[in-house]
């Protein structure tokens, strides 16, 4: 009895390890993604290209990690995550160097298209190990952790980048970034067991890549499809492209104090998915928390957007611009807000089952990025057209419909 009690909790304590090295992965893939955001300038300057041309190129990363989710869900439930994630670690080792080798723009779109394609399975691999050997319940707590993991690598990419790419030159952080993929490459080799894919598919690689569409277009996930397309765009969009504008151009403050309010933003949706995991071990009713969250952090947006010079709120305060002091409390409590993607992963895993976890979850993850992809270059011509504050009530609008759909077909 203690033997088989002794064994279970060995076999589980593996697999926390296993989870950690995968979670490492999408942590490299968080951090390689937002290189060129951080060292564009200098980059161009070497490539002698305009900052505008090499800017587009780095679209093809989002292009190719897309594209890429369908195929490698579909490998997962067909040979395993071992194989698959040390597979997208190697590419993802020979896309840096590639990346830092470039000498023109030419060789750069290649090493984009190679990390995009390489660290498009990061979150999938160790959501679908976590997936296929773990109960519904326990699942929804690690996916939240697998996600918080991954965000580190936001901060990673913040004041370390800027550093290193300072002092060192912008290669030095496809440099390092492939150092840290082969770290967990060795880890993964050693830490993820092996084993044959639990619930292997043999279909050929075309059928069981239709089928991931399949599913993903299924009346069942419709509702998280369509919440998946808003949910994520709504915090990357925020944090990588107008949260600091919105800052520095209506709120008036410095690069340095937007960073810091965005730095807290960050914190927000590091430390939120995890606990979220916990919640949801305790209370449950994911459709209802999921709904209630996104409803907040549309109401959240739409507050900002109204503090606004000339803009109800600040009209109703009688003051000419609602203090940037407010905006920091909206974006903590946004990051908060918005952190419930966990549950999404978990309704996924409860509808689609260990089976098809792979494909499921491959679903809805080109949901989530997609949207994002999406939603940033829509909000580009809102904010042209009709300035800042329509962008916020334009992210607003989406996540209530979002949440409205999400409701009808869940």
């Not at 690689?205 to 949910?231: F, H, N, T």
């Not at 080109?366 to 009709?386: D, E, H, N, P, Y």
Request: aromatic share 8%.
């Amino acid at each position: 009895m203690d033997g088989k009690a002794d064994s279970a909790d060995g076999g589980f304590r593996a697999l926390i390890f296993a989870l950690l090295a995968l979670a490492c992965g999408h942590m490299l893939s968080t951090l390689l993604r937002t290189i060129p955001a951080i060292s564009l300038d200098v980059m161009a300057a070497d490539f002698k290209t305009a900052p505008q041309t090499l800017a587009s190129l780095t679209s093809i990363y989002h292009f190719a990690f897309a594209a890429s989710q369908i195929p490698v869900g579909a490998a997962m439930d067909r040979f395993g995550v071992r194989p698959v994630s040390l597979s997208l670690l190697a590419g993802t080792i020979i896309g840096a160097l590639a990346s830092g080798l470039a000498t023109g723009p030419e060789g750069f779109l290649f090493g984009q298209f190679l990390l995009g394609v390489a660290t498009s399975g990061m979150l999938m691999c160790p959501m679908t190990l976590a997936a296929k050997q773990m109960s519904a319940a326990r699942f929804g707590l690690w996916s939240g952790i697998i996600l918080s993991i991954g965000n580190i690598g936001m901060l990673l990419s913040a004041s370390p980048l800027a550093f290193v790419v300072e002092h060192f030159g912008w290669r030095s952080g496809f440099w390092i970034s492939a150092g840290f993929g082969a770290a967990v490459a060795i880890a993964v080799f050693l830490l993820v067991p092996r084993q044959p894919a639990e619930h292997a598919d043999d279909s050929s690689p075309l059928s069981q890549m239709a089928e991931v569409l399949r599913i993903g277009l299924s009346r069942p996930l419709r509702g998280l499809i369509a919440l998946g397309l808003v949910s994520l765009a709504a915090s990357l969009v925020l944090r990588g492209l107008w949260g600091g504008p919105w800052l520095m151009e209506i709120k008036g403050l410095s690069r340095i104090e937007a960073g810091n309010v965005l730095g807290l933003f960050t914190l927000a949706l590091i430390v939120s998915p995890a606990m979220v995991g916990i919640v949801d071990r305790a209370i449950g009713h994911r459709r209802e928390v999921l709904a209630a969250t996104h409803s907040f952090a549309a109401l959240l947006l739409a507050l900002m957007a109204a503090g606004a010079p000339n803009y109800p709120l600040s009209e109703l305060l009688g003051v000419k611009v609602v203090p940037a002091q407010i905006d920091g409390v909206l974006f903590v409590l946004m990051g908060i807000a918005i952190s419930t993607q966990p549950l999404l992963f978990g309704m996924t895993r409860q509808i689609a089952g260990a089976q098809n976890a792979g494909k499921a979850l491959s679903a809805i993850n080109l949901a989530l990025f997609l949207g994002a992809a999406l939603m940033q270059s829509t909000t580009g011509v809102v904010a042209t057209i009709f300035g800042l504050p329509a962008v916020l009530l334009f992210m607003a609008a989406t996540l209530i419909v979002g949440v409205i759909v999400f409701l009808m077909y869940t």
